[in-house]
């Protein structure tokens, strides 16, 4: 069976996107590393930005604060944005969608794991969508791959982690990083 499994981090999204080009030698607790150099020496390919995304998870934990860890099981995750979308639920819709901005240029290589930022002016609404969320209407919205038990697993998700991910993300006055990873 297919696990997903989702991180959650508070980050100065600001200080993570001045790397690129900063010209450091490196950085505390981070391994050096082909991708970390080209990162830090502004020399980036443009046609491998999951290079780069690869390093998010190490940036992240040392830059910023981790906040939790959840396991999904089956795949297809990226297609709770269509049901975010159906269930009219914009905040959450973007959340789950909107990629890490890499610098001009970085085309999209199927960056692995897969992240997605939600700057701290949107973590309200995040939470207000999260509060109108009724985890018994999830089921009723299955797409082409994810099912209504896939469905319920999402709704677990939704009220147990997920909130409480944005508010500590939100009370740090920080945006929150999540990384979707099912290669573990």
Do not use: C, I, K
């Not at 080009?21 to 999951?50: F, H, K, N, Q, Y």
């Not at 780069?52 to 190490?58: D, G, R, W």
């Not at 930022?117 to 299955?142: G, I, K, R, W, Y």
């Amino acid at each position: 069976m297919a696990e997903q499994y989702v991180t959650a981090f508070a980050v100065d999204a600001a200080l993570l996107l001045r790397l690129p080009g900063s010209g450091g030698p490196g950085l505390p607790g981070v391994p050096r590393s082909a991708a970390l150099t080209e990162l830090l020496s502004g020399r980036l390919r443009a046609d491998a930005d999951s290079r780069y995304t690869a390093l998010l998870p190490t940036l992240a934990g040392t830059l910023g604060t981790p906040l939790g860890e959840a396991v999904l099981t089956g795949r297809h995750w990226d297609e709770l944005t269509d049901v975010f979308r159906t269930l009219r639920l914009p905040a959450l819709t973007t959340l789950w969608s909107r990629r890490w901005p890499w610098p001009d240029g970085a085309t999209d290589d199927w960056p692995w794991p897969y992240p997605t930022l939600t700057p701290q002016a949107a973590l309200p609404a995040v939470l207000a969508d999260l509060a109108t969320l009724s985890p018994d209407t999830l089921p009723a919205h299955a797409t082409a791959n994810l099912d209504d038990e896939d469905l319920e697993e999402a709704a677990w998700f939704l009220t147990q982690h997920l909130p409480t991910w944005a508010s500590h993300a939100q009370a740090q006055s920080l945006d929150l990083l999540l990384l979707r990873d099912g290669a573990r």
